[in-house]
T-cell receptor, first 117, second 115 residues
Framework: AQKVTQAQTEISVVEKEDVTLDCVYE???????LFWYKQPPSGELVFLIR??????QNEISGRYSWNFQKSTSSFNFTITASQVVDSAVYFC??????????????FGTGTRLLVSP | DTAVSQTPKYLVTQMGNDKSIKCEQN?????MYWYKQDSKKFLKIMFS???????INETVPNRFSPKSPDKAHLNLHINSLELGDSAVYFC??????????????FGPGTRLTVL
């Protein structure tokens, strides 16, 4: 079965520091998708990015960037110049193909990021 | 305009009661999901429907029964509530594009507390 490991349970940084959240995955699928979601203290889950296994280009969106490395089965997330509003739990997720032809998402355990002023 | 909405947002009830949570999406998606998030924030899929048909049914007690009256709605009924059912339940939706797995959009969650 697929597995997503987010080894960092909690990270604390001071505003303006850069921070990287690690995500390592295991899969038997040749085609798969990786995702990051943000869960702020208000509780909702916010989609951040989707990446398919054939696209290893790094992605940058404002202060956010993602590094996908198939060779190490990792999909790490970096926040540059962190801000207090970045404080949240961040989840990495991986698609798992089922024999029905559909897929489901398998989530990591999340990393809680605390950004203090 | 709320994309994925759930009612109620909070639900406090006694052990043994039966309760329902409703979910609606106005994104035009064809696939909907129920997830359970426990007190340690672990998120696990429970059910999924594609065009009103059940496609994912994880190891969930029979006391949980989903129902999808149409593509835009997915409800969750829970019988004989137990203390361990206390959690946040999230509804989500996505568009299944046949071979391409698209992102899921989540509702605000329903916090269920069983006393």
């Amino acid at each position: 079965a697929q597995k997503v490991t987010q080894a960092q349970t909690e990270i604390s940084v001071v505003e303006k520091e850069d921070v990287t959240l690690d995500c390592v995955y295991e899969t038997r699928d040749t085609t798969y998708y990786l995702f990051w979601y943000k869960q702020p203290p208000s509780g909702e889950l916010v989609f951040l990015i989707r990446r398919n296994s054939f696209d290893e280009q790094n992605e940058i969106s404002g202060r956010y960037s993602w590094n996908f490395q198939k060779s190490t089965s990792s999909f790490n997330f970096t926040i540059t110049a962190s801000q207090v509003v970045d404080s949240a739990v961040y989840f990495c997720a991986l698609s798992e193909a089922m024999n029905t032809g559909f897929q489901k998402l398998v989530f990591g355990t999340g990393t809680r990021l605390l950004v203090s002023p | 305009d709320t994309a994925v909405s759930q009612t109620p947002k909070y639900l406090v009830t006694q052990m043994g009661n039966d309760k329902s949570i409703k979910c609606e999406q106005n994104l035009g998606h064809d696939t909907m999901y129920w997830y359970k998030q426990d007190s340690k924030k672990f998120l696990k899929i429970m059910f999924s429907y594609n065009n009103k048909e059940l496609i994912i049914n994880e190891t969930v007690p029979n006391r949980f029964s989903p129902k999808s009256p149409d593509k835009a709605h997915l409800n969750l009924h829970i019988n004989s509530l137990e203390l361990g059912d206390s959690a946040v339940y999230f509804c989500a939706s996505s568009q299944d594009s046949g071979g391409s797995y698209n992102e899921q959009f989540f509702g605000p969650g329903t916090r269920l507390t069983v006393l």
